[in-house]
């Protein structure tokens, strides 16, 4: 008959893997709530079609809360397709560690973290299944320095599946979810799926972007309807969520992702600047 005293489960010895592995998970789980007890604010962007500028609103966001003098994190997790880290210019930095735990990179006033700083080659796929990709997720919160912020902007890959569902998991509560879609209702359909993920998981929504919103030509300022116009503000009114603006497509805007500056600090002036800044206006009142 066997001995209960001598089971794993009530096992006390240190060299017993399963208290082992009990001792571990807890020490991760303290040290992941101390990482986000130190962050205000939660804030993913999110949607459901891959293409519509997503990470270009993300970047923005996050620079323009900066320029505000916020502090302010930026974390990447799109995995398969890392886009932050060319938009920033800090493709190739060297990542640096120290005994509070990875370092991220900093840039435009933005601490920064992305699989794309960690690749040694940009034509390598990553082929990760689900719970590798929930593990890296993990890390980037609970094993890098942030520090104290009052943002941290979460650059989500599109769609709704893995690396979203454990972000949500892995942080427990989002102050917000940005939804960005372009007018067509090809990329709407997708949308309010991303719109239902929120719902189901407790997400609040913060409201609906509209990006690549008409063409303002440079030279006469005439206005071309590129896509069928309004659908991401009807989008909104259909699922019952603020409109919080549109964004005009623009080619600088573009140069300057390829260029690694943010649009809306190097082009400040310019009127897709503004446009960015008057649908970051609410958030700022989180």
């Known amino acids: 008959m066997e001995d209960k005293n001598n089971g794993?489960?009530?096992?006390?010895?240190?060299?017993?893997?399963?208290?082992?592995?009990?001792?571990?998970?807890?020490?991760?789980?303290?040290?992941?709530?101390?990482?986000?007890?130190?962050?205000?604010?939660?804030?993913?962007?999110?949607?459901?079609?891959?293409?519509?500028?997503k990470s270009t609103v993300a970047v923005n966001l996050a620079v323009s809360l900066a320029l505000k003098g916020k502090r302010v994190g930026l974390l990447d997790v799109d995995i398969h397709g890392p886009s932050i880290p060319t938009m920033l210019g800090i493709k190739g930095r060297q990542m640096?560690?120290?005994?509070?735990?990875?370092?991220?990179?900093?840039?435009?006033?933005?601490?920064?973290?992305?699989?794309?700083?960690?690749?040694?080659?940009?034509?390598?796929?990553?082929?990760?299944?689900?719970?590798?990709?929930?593990?890296?997720?993990?890390?980037?919160?609970?094993?890098?320095?942030?520090?104290?912020?009052?943002y941290l902007i979460v650059d989500a890959p599109p769609g709704t599946g893995d690396e979203p569902l454990s972000l949500c998991q892995i942080i427990g509560?989002?102050?917000?979810?940005?939804?960005?879609?372009?007018?067509?209702?090809?990329?709407?359909?997708?949308?309010?799926?991303?719109?239902?993920?929120c719902r189901r998981l407790n997400v609040p929504i913060l409201g609906?972007?509209?990006?690549?919103?008409?063409?303002?030509?440079?030279?006469?300022?005439?206005?071309?309807?590129?896509?069928?116009?309004?659908?991401?503000?009807?989008l909104a009114r259909e699922m019952g969520v603020k409109f919080l603006g549109a964004i005009p497509l623009d080619a600088q805007v573009a140069d300057s992702g390829d260029s690694g500056l943010a649009f809306i600090h190097h082009y400040a002036e310019s009127s897709t600047a503004k446009a960015m800044a008057e649908v970051i206006k609410p958030i700022l009142d989180l």
């Open 96 to 150: 640096t560690g120290s005994e509070d735990g990875i370092n991220p990179v900093e840039v435009e006033g933005l601490k920064v973290m992305s699989i794309g700083l960690l690749a040694s080659n940009d034509e390598e796929a990553i082929i990760w299944r689900g719970p590798v990709k929930g593990a890296v997720i993990k890390q980037f919160i609970q094993d890098v320095a942030w520090g104290d912020l009052d």
């Open 208 to 234: 609906v972007v509209e990006n690549m919103s008409g063409f303002v030509c440079p030279h006469c300022g005439q206005r071309t309807d590129i896509f069928p116009a309004g659908g991401g503000a009807q």
């Open 8 to 53: 794993c489960g009530g096992c006390a010895d240190a060299a017993c893997e399963a208290e082992k592995r009990k001792n571990t998970e807890a020490m991760e789980k303290q040290k992941l709530s101390s990482r986000l007890s130190k962050i205000k604010r939660k804030i993913v962007v999110m949607s459901g079609k891959g293409g519509v500028g």
């Open 173 to 197: 509560t989002l102050d917000g979810a940005v939804i960005v879609t372009t007018p067509q209702k090809v990329a709407s359909v997708d949308v309010k799926k991303s719109i239902t993920f």
